[in-house]
């Protein structure tokens, strides 16, 4: 493995109140590594991922992604322009989506590039327009989000994402709010942004997806890092016996 | 509510299925027109009994008559100050709310203070204070030598009634702002942060746009009040309608017939706006489904 992660997490640290929700995590992330969490509803693993472009605010540790690097700690408070600019070379979708309900689905993908990233107007529409024919939604670019379905909903948002050009994307369980027959669709965009190269950290319970996508799988649980391994490793001969309990029941239902 | 005649469109009659349903259908609407038959009954029988006992008054509707286009001339006067201070007040209630939100301890100190003050005072004494007792400070200011800083302070009546009656709505539409704003649900917030929108972007291109929908139909509902409240400033002489109807009572007392009228010109001001804000709400409603 090359030695220059693009994401490096080093004693993350989380507590909500009393509640110690991330505890000394560290771990990497390279370029064109496609990073699948699991771990049980409750287990830390969305925290984690929105600690990394400081939706969560982290209580302690160091998130460096890319070329910028930020800290915090009891005493040490990040810099507004350092979160935004770490925010800049993350993607992230939501598992709600998300979409701006009063734009449409073109304003929607371009709102970043043209309010923050400063592009005119036109540059930014010529951008967005691939971005959306990558997502298969060329058609839908003057509908309101209120128009589509869940799946071209997302599809809108993982368009929106990438507008950006991050350095890595991140998806917080992307599928989970689907209802079953459109989760296909998400998760071919998926696929293909893999394929192509792209730096991706999914928390999912799609296993049939973890399996066949990630390079890497993190089972997360309580707070800490339990396993992590390739997908082979963590389904078919997993070391921990937590993971074992953990994918058990799963097995039969995914058909792993 | 509005109660409909035709039958749905597509309705089969010689589909048993759907003839039951439309059996259903206009057995809804007889019990909808039943209930505004006899709401509407009950309306007539007040009316009716209200005349009646204005009659036994010995009403002089020959007065009425006469002054009414002198009345009337003070509902576009009531309009003027309404419209100019709702106007001012949801640009004071913006700040306000913004204020509150910031995070900043010097905004949101200074707009909370501007809200409990106003709140916890009444707007007569407000309308006294502004009109009656800023002048005092004005003349100290200018016996200091601040000729120009002394005059700002001394309002004419129209001024001060407007400017009263904006502070007031505006504190309590701080509040509405307020609420507006957050109802806005957290994950259009998270999704503005995570395209790396600055606090300020974020209100302004995703939060705003949004909160707006939700608060003009308050904003309507208060502008309804206020042409209510503006009767307040007849106390320093504004030709509005209270103003001119207290006028013309006290000639020749004619208290009942003069006030009589001012509430019927209030009333169908509210009924003309509260029309034209329930339309707004309706379009509001079906926002984003172009």
Redesign the interface.
């Known amino acids: 493995m090359n030695a220059n992660p693009i994401i490096r997490v080093e004693h993350l640290h989380k507590w909500f109140d009393l509640l110690h929700i991330i505890k000394d995590v560290s771990f990497t992330v390279q370029l064109r590594e496609v990073l699948v969490i699991i771990g049980r509803s409750g287990s830390g693993k969305s925290t984690l991922l929105r600690c990394l ?1 400081f ?1 969560e605010e982290p209580s302690a540790g160091t998130i460096s992604i890319a070329d910028k690097s930020v800290t915090c700690g009891v005493g040490v408070r990040p810099d ?1 322009n350092q979160i ?2 770490l ?2 070379s ?3 979708v ?1 598992q ?1 989506f ?5 734009m449409t689905v073109i304003e929607n993908v371009i ?2 590039l043209v ?2 990233k400063k592009l005119n107007k036109a540059e930014a529409i010529t951008l967005g327009e691939q971005y959306l024919g990558k997502v298969g939604l060329l058609e839908k670019r003057d509908e ?4 589509l379905s869940g799946g071209q909903k997302q599809r809108v ?1 993982i368009a ?2 990438l507008a ?1 050009q991050p350095s890595v994307m991140l998806f917080d369980e992307p599928t989970s709010a689907l209802d079953p027959e459109l989760i296909g669709e998400v998760l071919d965009v998926m696929k293909q942004l893999a394929y192509e190269g792209t730096t991706m950290l999914v928390v999912t319970h799609e296993m049939g997806f973890a399996r066949d996508v990630a390079d890497r799988i993190m089972h997360v649980d309580h707070g800490e890092i339990i396993e992590e391994g390739t997908p082979e490793q963590i389904f078919d001969e997993p070391k921990d016996i937590r993971t074992k309990t953990f994918l058990e029941p799963l097995r039969k239902v995914q058909h792993l | 509510m509005s109660v409909e005649t035709a039958p749905p469109l597509g309705a089969d009659f010689t589909d048993p299925d759907m003839a039951m349903g439309l059996q259903f259908i206009a057995q809804e609407r007889r019990i909808r027109l039943a209930h505004m038959f006899q709401v509407g009954l009950v309306w007539l029988v007040l009316v009716v009994i209200f005349s009646f006992a204005l009659l036994l008054m010995n009403i002089d509707p020959a007065y009425i008559v006469d002054h009414i286009d002198f009345v009337l001339k003070g509902v576009w006067v009531t309009i003027g100050v309404s419209l100019a201070s709702i106007i001012i007040a949801s640009v004071l209630a913006l700040f306000g709310a913004l204020g509150r939100l910031s995070g900043n301890p010097i905004a949101d100190g200074i707009s909370g203070f501007y809200v409990s003050v106003i709140r916890g005072t009444p707007l007569l004494i407000q309308i006294y204070i502004i009109y009656l007792g800023l002048p005092q400070i004005g003349r100290q200011l200018q016996i200091a030598g601040f000729q120009q800083l002394g005059s700002v302070f001394t309002l004419s009546a129209i001024q001060s009634g407007i400017l009263a009656l904006s502070l007031n709505y505006g504190a309590y539409m701080t509040e509405i702002f307020r609420a507006g704003i957050q109802s806005i ?1 957290h ?2 917030r ?9 606090r300020w ?1 974020m209100m302004r ?2 939060i705003l ?2 909160a707006v ?1 939700v608060i003009i139909p308050d904003i309507g509902n208060q502008f309804i009040a206020m042409q209510k409240d503006s009767a307040l400033v007849s106390v320093m002489g504004i030709w509005e309608i209270t103003y001119r109807a207290n006028r013309l009572a006290r000639q020749e007392s004619k208290f009942m017939e003069m006030f009589l009228l001012a509430a019927a010109l209030y009333f169908i001001l509210t009924i003309i706006s509260t029309f034209f804000q329930s339309r707004l709400e309706r379009r509001l409603a079906h ?4």
């Not at chain 1, 309101?144 to 128009?147: E, G, K, L, N, S």
């Not at chain 2, 926002?287 to 172009?290: G, I, K």
């Open positions: 472009n939706l507004r935004l600019s925010r800049l993350t993607g992230m939501f709600e998300n979409l701006f309900p009063h709102e970043g309010t923050v309101h989000p209120i128009r948002a929106r994402a950006m | 649900s994950g259009q998270e999704a503005a942060a995570a395209i790396g929108m600055t972007q291109r995703v746009p949004q929908r926002a984003y489904e172009r």
